[in-house]
């Protein structure tokens, strides 16, 4: 079993920037990939981005070269898996989410946390 937790949320003005924190707690050696989402009122959650277990990262195209996401080193065994999210605008307002993929599906869900971009 795993457990997510997500932290760092909040309002920000538009051009501004938060970072947001995921930690991964229980059986971490099963994850293969962590993956950041959101859902915006009215939307169908999409995919932010993802990183590998060896460090490579994806991003969707809307958000590329503005977001970026990290690993911070493994401690009190939890896996904490970051996004910094920089010259944010209106329509990144969402809630985001981090999943844990195992064996290639995210499987494990974490319980979202409020993103608000102000113009």
């Known amino acids: 079993q795993l457990q997510l937790v997500e932290s760092g949320g909040g309002l920000v003005q538009a051009g501004g920037s938060l970072r947001l924190s995921c930690a991964a707690s229980?059986?971490?050696?099963?994850?293969?990939?962590m993956g950041w989402f959101r859902q915006a009122p009215g939307k169908q959650r999409e995919l932010v981005g993802t990183?590998?277990?060896?460090?490579?990262?994806?991003?969707?195209q809307s958000v590329e070269g503005r977001f970026t996401i990290g690993r911070d080193n493994a401690k009190d065994g939890k896996n904490t898996v970051y996004l910094l999210m920089n010259s944010l605008k209106p329509e990144d307002t969402a809630v985001y989410y981090c999943?844990?993929?195992?064996?290639?599906?995210?499987?494990?869900w974490g319980q979202g946390t409020q993103g608000t971009v102000s113009s």
């Open positions: 999943a844990a993929a195992i064996l290639g599906t995210f499987s494990y």
């Open positions: 229980g059986n971490i050696f099963m994850i293969n990939a």
């Open positions: 990183i590998t277990t060896r460090g490579i990262t994806n991003y969707t």
